[in-house]
């Protein structure tokens, strides 16, 4: 009898053993993840051409151009209410350098989302963030496509898509 505990003991801790060896693996490849996407550029800035679309910070009110392109206007913080950002093809948003759109906020990843366009509509993806995206005040987990008008929030910083 003592024989057949003691396996079972043993088995057991072997089992325990291979659970924390997968966690600690998947948690290393979460931090090399990370890293990626925190060193290569953002896909707009790789195709050359359309990186010259993306502003390097808000458009100043009288000089936004018309037609097919949308535009991300702040609606809070209070301080960059107003500010308009000229949105490109794809742009990403976030705190780091290369985001299309800066967002200086403690509560916004550095990668946060992606706007892009497909078939003549703009999508909004959501890139793995800690504090989530919101439209409408409804997190999202899929793409979702944003229309004019709608409010998109990335960590304490809300957004109202115009065209």
């Known amino acids: 009898m003592f024989l057949l505990t003691s396996l079972d003991d043993q088995n057991l801790l072997r089992a325990l053993e291979i659970i924390v060896v997968v966690l600690i693996w ?31 910070g808000p458009a100043p009110e009288g000089r936004r151009r018309r037609g097919r392109n949308a535009h991300l206007k702040v609606v809070e913080p209070e301080p960059q ?59 999202i987990g899929l793409p979702t496509r944003l229309d004019k008008g709608d409010l998109l929030q990335v960590g304490g910083t809300v957004f109202e898509v115009s065209r």
């Open 26 to 56: 998947l948690f290393f490849l979460r931090v090399i993840r990370a890293v990626w996407v925190e060193v290569r550029p953002p896909k707009s800035k790789r195709r050359g051409a359309e990186a010259a679309e993306v502003p390097a």
């Open 81 to 139: 209410r107003g500010w308009t950002y000229e949105l490109a093809d794809e742009v990403t948003l976030g705190r780091a350098a290369g985001c299309g759109v800066r967002v200086e906020d403690a509560y916004t990843s550095s990668i946060h989302a992606r706007l892009y366009r497909r078939d003549g509509a703009l999508w909004v993806e959501d890139l793995g963030s800690t504090n989530g995206t919101w439209v409408n005040t409804e997190r």
